[in-house]
């Protein structure tokens, strides 16, 4: 897959088969698009073109980037897609400026004159332009005009999924991560660096790595102990991890920590890549280290009951 920060590095194609939208998550909605315009490419001759925008929209015209919190980092969100078999990835940046695009033009100068569409496939919902005002019945009036097809993926189709990265949002915050899971059809990812904590895990037989996201619109699930697979290195372990204040210790800061179980190398300063499976339990305090020693046995062995 290639990918274009902005539109005017990319050669215009003889047959492009086009979608736009953020897709965050890349989730079973967004693959049925892009699954359709695989199979349109192919038969055609063409080559797949997905446009999407950075930052989210949300985040410049509401004017506050930390409101929103997204399911992908741009960086996961191109390894979805890459795997999923997208050609091209062209990322526009998204401006106030450019929010003031009009329909008309977005379909003359982008999809038209600049990426040479000759077929656009979109959801039944989808909108664009200054104020959201282009809909699919501008795009087939346009479209004899400029010489494309437009596709719709019909309402039933997409609807009976039940699927929308609103939901899985806020299924991700309760922590219902088996839900998130079905609805994104892979498993909700974070890649985080590995930072140096204060070792306490090590002391009572169940050492830590300690997760720092650089990215500060990613989205974290709710607070709780989790059934997870960790990726280090290129190899997969299973993983007790902990999202919270640790109220037993300290309760001040909330942090992301992993127990990669039967690993014990030195990974500091390395990524590593955390897929989630279930929330065992909520996060609680305990009288005491011994107590809190004893719990984390019982969340191992069910956690590894979970993952076998």
Same mark, same amino acid.
């Given at each position: ?84 078999g997208i050609n091209h990835l062209i990322l526009i940046p998204f ?86 899971? /079905?609805?994104?059809?892979? #498993?909700?990812?974070?890649?985080? !660096?590995? *930072?140096?904590?204060? $070792?306490?895990?090590? =002391? +009572? ?75 065992? /339990?909520?996060?609680?305090? #305990?009288?005491?280290?011994?107590? !809190?020693? *004893?719990?984390?046995? $019982?969340?191992?062995? =069910? +956690? ?5």
């Open positions: 897959m290639r990918i274009y920060e902005g539109i005017n590095n990319f050669k215009r194609l003889d047959y492009a088969v086009v979608t736009s939208g953020t897709y965050d998550g890349v989730h079973k909605g967004h693959q049925k698009i892009l699954q359709r315009m695989i199979e349109v490419a192919k038969s055609e001759g063409g080559e797949t073109v997905l446009i999407s925008f950075w930052p989210h929209p949300r985040m410049v015209l509401n004017n506050d980037p930390g409101f929103l919190k997204l399911i992908n980092t741009m960086e996961e969100k191109q390894e979805l897609l890459r795997n999923i401006t106030l400026e450019f929010a003031q695009t009009s329909s008309t033009d977005f379909i003359k100068n982008i999809l038209v004159d600049a990426i040479g569409t000759r077929k656009l496939i979109i959801g039944y919902n989808h909108r664009f332009g200054k104020n959201r005002e282009g809909n699919f019945k501008n795009l087939v009036r346009d479209s004899s005009k400029y010489g494309f097809e437009v596709e719709e993926i019909p309402k039933h189709e997409i609807d009976h999924l039940g699927i929308s990265s609103t939901i899985i949002r806020k299924s991700l915050i309760k922590g219902d991560i088996p839900t998130a899971n /079905r609805y994104l059809g892979h #498993f909700f990812l974070i890649n985080g !660096l590995v *930072i140096h904590g204060d $070792k306490l895990g090590k =002391t +009572i037989g169940f050492p830590t790595a300690n997760l720092q996201i650089e990215e500060a619109y990613k989205l974290i699930p709710g607070d709780g102990v989790y059934a997870v697979k960790v990726i280090v290195r290129g190899k997969e372990f299973n993983g007790m991890l902990n999202i919270g204040k640790r109220p037993t210790v300290d309760g001040l800061n909330r942090k992301i920590e992993v127990h990669i179980i039967g690993f014990n190398d030195d990974i500091y300063t390395e990524k590593i890549s955390i897929s989630f499976v279930k929330k065992i /339990r909520d996060e609680k305090k #305990f009288r005491s280290l011994d107590h !809190l020693k *004893i719990q984390l046995q $019982k969340d191992k062995d =069910t +956690i590894l009951n979970v993952l076998e």
